[in-house]
């Protein structure tokens, strides 16, 4: 489960595309969300757009391995996706908050890896927002002042990456998908696989 977290506009979705395009045995886990859709925005790829009894619902139903309320909006994880696709063997990068990775750190430990990505500067993080042009300027004011808290905490993760440019960034969380595969204890077959030299 690799957790790739960030403040409003440090580049992170494009880094979560940049991983998928790369790697056929990672999958996005699509979040619901009660926020309104923005232009270009696609139901059931980009999010599951839902109305808030609908997600209310899905909480009572312990359908959300993780939930949180971000700029005012619900976000959550459903849960069976990601079930399926660790089952399967899969890989499975998660596009949410702190609040979010907290939990599944509680729910996983041993299996979340965590990554913070930051941005260069404020300025850059403004132009950033205010390119993208999504958003109404009091979002974007919303989100600069959540920014503030959200930097914070860095601490609570395995790494760290400033995101200073696209191709450096996701190059260096792709380093860190590999290493953490490379760990034995995700390497279910070394047991047998060491046992033929035995034999
Ligand atoms: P946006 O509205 O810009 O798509 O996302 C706002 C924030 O919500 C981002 O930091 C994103 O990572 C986070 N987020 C998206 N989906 C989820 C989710 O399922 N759970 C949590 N906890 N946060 C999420």
Do not use: C
Request: hydrophobic residues 40%; aromatic residues 8%.
């Amino acid at each position: 489960m690799l957790v790739l977290s960030s403040p409003s506009g440090a580049g992170k979705t494009t880094i979560a595309r940049g991983l998928l395009e790369k790697d056929p045995n990672l999958e996005l886990s699509i979040s619901v969300t009660t926020r309104p859709r923005r232009q270009g925005e696609r139901d059931g790829i980009d999010y599951h757009f839902i109305d808030e009894p609908h997600f209310l619902e899905m909480i009572e139903r312990g359908e959300l391995l993780e939930h949180a309320r971000v700029y005012g909006n619900l976000y959550g994880t459903p849960r069976e996706p990601v079930d399926t696709a660790l089952k399967a063997g899969r890989d499975v990068l998660f596009d949410i908050d702190w609040q979010g990775a907290q939990q599944l750190r509680g729910s996983a430990q041993a299996d979340v890896v965590s990554v913070f990505l930051l941005p260069p500067a404020v300025a850059e993080l403004r132009r950033r927002l205010e390119d993208r042009a999504r958003d109404t300027a009091d979002d974007i004011a919303r989100r600069l002042a959540q920014v503030a808290d959200d930097v914070t905490r860095w601490p609570e993760y395995d790494y760290v990456i400033i995101n200073e440019a696209l191709d450096t960034s996701l190059a260096q969380v792709r380093s860190v998908l590999v290493a953490e595969r490379l760990r034995w204890r995700r390497q279910p077959g070394l047991f047998q696989f060491v046992e033929r030299f035995r034999g």
